[in-house]
């Protein structure tokens, strides 16, 4: 089949082109940028000429980019829902979208749910925790931090419990969903074990080799100073996003994988 692939050029999408080569289909990259008349269908039309399925997995932090304000209902709710639009009219029934498995009121939040809402009984969605593997940006995180010898974390983030998947099993589902009949209409995509945010860095750390960290615990001031000097400098994934994301859990201990087989230990394979 040939998959219109949007946001081939981020961390998952790079991952889900080499699982559709795998399974010998053809994937036809798609980037937002310029990002301003992606909430419009016919903008899509021409994308869509002899495509048998799409995923979107275009997404980002921060709500502003490149002088485009509300860059994240823009991105996480107008512009797939303007893509499936475009797809019904095309009769392109194969569609996944990739939302995020994350709580709290953050504009990102807000924006992935309205993108949910919109795309309900339109496409097959799913809800990464957070993904582990090669080129990721939290992955690459976790891996710095636990390589310190002082793990120096706010409090809730160190408290914050993730079910991370390998992002090779990730873009495998998504694969499998563009293909089967009796995928579910929604997965929450989580890798076999939860834990804190601190126990997963004391957990790649051992592996490394290393001795336990000591931990410290930065203060709240210091910490919402940090993500608001990160939301101007913008050189890395730490924000004021990043801080109210990390405030909520994001695990599914009974959602069951429906690849059919057992999904790899986040701690088996490269992180960087």
């Known amino acids: 089949m040939k998959i219109l692939v949007v946001g081939a050029g981020g961390f998952i999408g790079r991952h889900l082109l080499a699982a559709l080569a795998a399974a010998g289909h053809e994937a036809v990259r798609a980037e937002l940028r310029p990002v301003e008349h992606w909430d419009r269908a016919e903008a899509w039309a021409p994308l869509l000429r002899d495509v048998a399925g799409v995923v979107y997995a275009a997404g980002c932090l921060r709500d502003q980019a490149g002088g485009v304000g ?22 392109v029934a194969r569609f996944v979208h990739v939302s995020a498995l994350c709580g709290g009121v953050s504009a990102y939040a807000r924006s992935k749910q309205a993108g949910e809402v919109a795309l309900a009984g339109r496409a097959r ?11 990721g940006i939290s992955s690459r995180m976790l891996d710095r931090l636990a390589r310190l010898p002082w793990l120096p974390l706010p409090e809730a983030v160190a408290r914050c419990r993730v079910q991370p998947i390998r992002v090779e099993d990730l873009a495998t589902g998504i694969v499998t969903a563009l293909q089967s009949r009796d995928w579910p209409a929604s997965w929450d995509a989580v890798g076999p074990e939860d834990g804190s945010v601190a126990g997963w860095i004391a957990r790649r750390r051992a592996a490394l080799g290393h001795a336990a960290a000591r931990a410290l615990t930065l203060p709240a001031a210091w910490t919402q100073a940090s993500a608001r000097l990160g939301d101007l400098l913008a050189i890395g994934p730490w924000c004021s996003t990043a801080l109210e994301l990390l405030a909520h859990d994001s695990t599914a201990p009974d959602a069951v994988s429906p690849l059919g087989r057992p999904l790899r230990p986040v701690l088996e394979g490269a992180w960087v």
Request: hydrophobic content about 55%; aromatic content about 0%; charged content about 20%.
């Open 70 to 91: 509300d860059l994240l209902d823009l991105l996480h709710h107008r512009a797939p829902a303007a893509l499936a639009d475009a797809c019904e009219a095309a009769a």
């Open 125 to 135: 969605i799913v809800r990464p925790s957070l993904v582990i593997g090669p080129g």
